[in-house]
């Protein structure tokens, strides 16, 4: 809840929140005024008394305050949250939609809502699946806020015909344990069938918002996966580490030849294959279970090449301190993909970690390239969809780098 209580800034700190970013860390805190629990909405103070604004306190966290507004004087309220969300559908509305009718656009039907610190509501993640909204809370502060939100989501949402039956909480990620509370997982309301069907780019996907990766599907490559669409058609296709398939149905359903995909989870696989099933692809996408750093070498052994090879591997880095070891993984992963792509064919090759920032990973993709003498012409630099836009200044927000290169011979 809102207090009096006051914090000030060491004199020459702040920079992130000066810059537009939301996060106030330990070592930039000189002083705090008052009392308070543990999530309650505080005032902040540069060194000289000048108000910085008002954002929720949590001790067990380094990132000591999350900010929620740069108004010292707004009230954290209903009112103050309804604005907020209601900024973050019309965003949405006119990125995703455009001139399409709300009620009826696919880019609507399954994309995120909100996207924490990018939508100015810290820690609080909601996503859209078709008529079900699935929901994640990291930050300890917003515990309080949670119901609030859904209902004024769901008002937000309806206010433009578009209900929702049912919501689900994923709050069961490692973060939780960082801001000093438990992991929660399950309904909030009534129960509903936790399978729900979408539709993207044109595929039909059935979405296990239960046990799926984190919120269920991994939304954000919605327009790297259409762009490869046209690289894919009439090619025989590799997709690395393809999970649910994604990657590959988009391959099939644009008129690839062939299409494999590998991944180590057969619980993913199993999704994948009846995915391939819905979409009356199974004739011409397979999927394999292998552990992919292991079954590239050993398809480049047995000399096959493909025309278009797919890397979306997990984060190889949680954190700036494994960065090191990260970029020997992606340099390794690109390395082999690369061995398998034949002249003139193309590569796609992403990370989704923000501390490999698209500088070190075109570094380390321009290292794997020479070392197994390929040459490459990049055909595009993509990012996460729109609807996880991008907060300057908040890096966390930038995490998702995508090249598609061709490999190309000398001549």
Same mark, same amino acid.
């Given at each position: 809840m809102?207090?009096?209580?006051?914090?000030?800034?060491?004199?020459?700190e702040?920079?992130? %929140?000066?810059?537009?970013? %939301?996060?106030?860390?330990?070592?930039?805190? +000189?002083?705090?005024?008052?009392?308070?629990?543990?999530?309650d909405v505080?005032?902040?103070r540069?060194?000289?008394g000048y108000?910085?604004?008002?954002?929720?306190?949590?001790?067990n966290?380094?990132?000591?305050?999350?900010m929620?507004?740069r108004?010292?004087?707004?009230?954290?309220?209903?009112t103050?949250?309804?604005?907020?969300?209601?900024? $973050?559908?019309?965003?949405?509305?006119?990125?995703?939609?455009?001139?399409?009718?709300?009620?009826t656009?696919?880019?609507?039907?399954? =994309?995120? !809502?909100?996207?924490?610190?990018?939508?100015?509501?810290?820690?609080?993640?909601?996503d859209?699946?078709? +008529?079900?909204? !699935?929901i994640?809370?990291?930050?300890?502060?917003?515990?309080q806020?949670? %119901?609030?939100?859904v209902?004024?989501i769901?008002?937000?949402?309806?206010?433009?015909?578009?209900?929702?039956?049912?919501?689900?909480?994923?709050? +069961?990620?490692?973060?939780?344990?960082?801001?000093?509370?438990?992991?929660?997982?399950?309904f909030?309301?009534?129960?509903?069938?936790?399978?729900?069907e979408?539709?993207?780019?044109?595929?039909h996907?059935?979405?296990?918002?239960?046990n799926?990766?984190?919120?269920?599907?991994?939304?954000?490559?919605?327009y790297?996966?259409?762009?490869?669409?046209?690289? =894919?058609r009439?090619?025989?296709?590799?997709? =690395?580490?393809? #999970?649910?398939?994604?990657f590959?149905?988009?391959?099939?359903?644009?008129?690839?030849?062939?299409?494999?995909?590998?991944?180590?989870s057969?619980?993913? %696989?199993?999704?994948?294959?009846?995915?391939?099933k819905?979409?009356?692809?199974?004739?011409?996408v #397979?999927?394999?279970? $292998?552990n992919?750093? @292991?079954?590239l070498?050993?398809?480049?052994?047995?000399?096959?090449?493909?025309?278009? !090879?797919?890397? +979306?591997?997990?984060?190889?880095?949680?954190?700036?301190?494994?960065t090191?070891?990260a &970029?020997?993984?992606?340099?390794?992963?690109?390395?082999?993909?690369l061995?398998l792509?034949?002249d003139g064919?193309?590569?796609a090759? =992403?990370s989704?970690?923000h501390?490999?920032?698209?500088?070190l990973?075109?570094?380390?993709?321009?290292?794997?390239?020479?070392?197994? #003498?390929?040459?490459?012409?990049?055909?595009?630099?993509?990012?996460? *969809?729109? @609807? #996880?836009? &991008?907060?300057w *200044?908040?890096?966390?927000?930038?995490?998702?780098?995508?090249?598609?290169f061709q490999? &190309?011979?000398?001549?």
């Amino acid at each position: 809840m809102e207090n009096h209580t006051v914090v000030t800034l060491k004199k020459g700190e702040g920079r992130t %929140l000066k810059a537009g970013g %939301l996060w106030i860390y330990s070592n930039e805190i +000189d002083t705090i005024t008052g009392r308070f629990k543990n999530g309650d909405v505080v005032t902040v103070r540069d060194f000289d008394g000048y108000p910085m604004g008002k954002g929720f306190i949590n001790q067990n966290s380094k990132i000591r305050i999350r900010m929620m507004t740069r108004q010292a004087g707004q009230e954290i309220d209903e009112t103050f949250l309804k604005m907020r969300i209601e900024h $973050a559908w019309n965003y949405r509305k006119t990125v995703l939609a455009g001139n399409a009718d709300i009620k009826t656009c696919e880019d609507l039907q399954a =994309c995120r !809502v909100i996207f924490g610190e990018a939508d100015f509501l810290p820690g609080f993640v909601a996503d859209k699946y078709a +008529d079900v909204l !699935v929901i994640q809370c990291l930050a300890l502060g917003m515990e309080q806020f949670k %119901l609030t939100v859904v209902e004024l989501i769901k008002q937000t949402l309806a206010a433009d015909g578009i209900a929702i039956r049912g919501v689900y909480e994923r709050s +069961d990620a490692n973060e939780r344990k960082k801001e000093g509370v438990p992991k929660v997982k399950g309904f909030i309301g009534e129960p509903f069938d936790t399978n729900v069907e979408i539709v993207e780019n044109g595929v039909h996907y059935m979405v296990d918002i239960a046990n799926g990766q984190k919120t269920g599907f991994f939304l954000d490559q919605k327009y790297n996966r259409l762009a490869m669409q046209n690289i =894919c058609r009439g090619k025989s296709v590799l997709d =690395c580490f393809t #999970h649910m398939g994604t990657f590959a149905l988009n391959a099939g359903i644009a008129g690839a030849a062939d299409v494999t995909g590998l991944d180590i989870s057969e619980f993913a %696989l199993e999704q994948a294959r009846e995915n391939a099933k819905r979409n009356g692809l199974e004739e011409r996408v #397979h999927f394999r279970c $292998a552990n992919v750093l @292991d079954e590239l070498p050993q398809l480049a052994a047995a000399g096959e090449k493909f025309d278009v !090879v797919i890397l +979306d591997p997990p984060a190889f880095t949680k954190s700036r301190e494994a960065t090191k070891n990260a &970029v020997k993984g992606y340099r390794e992963i690109n390395r082999k993909g690369l061995q398998l792509v034949k002249d003139g064919g193309y590569l796609a090759t =992403c990370s989704c970690s923000h501390f490999m920032t698209q500088e070190l990973f075109a570094k380390t993709i321009k290292e794997a390239a020479r070392s197994v #003498h390929k040459r490459l012409r990049q055909a595009e630099f993509r990012t996460q *969809a729109p @609807d #996880h836009p &991008v907060l300057w *200044a908040a890096d966390e927000s930038y995490y998702l780098k995508f090249f598609i290169f061709q490999v &190309v011979e000398e001549r």
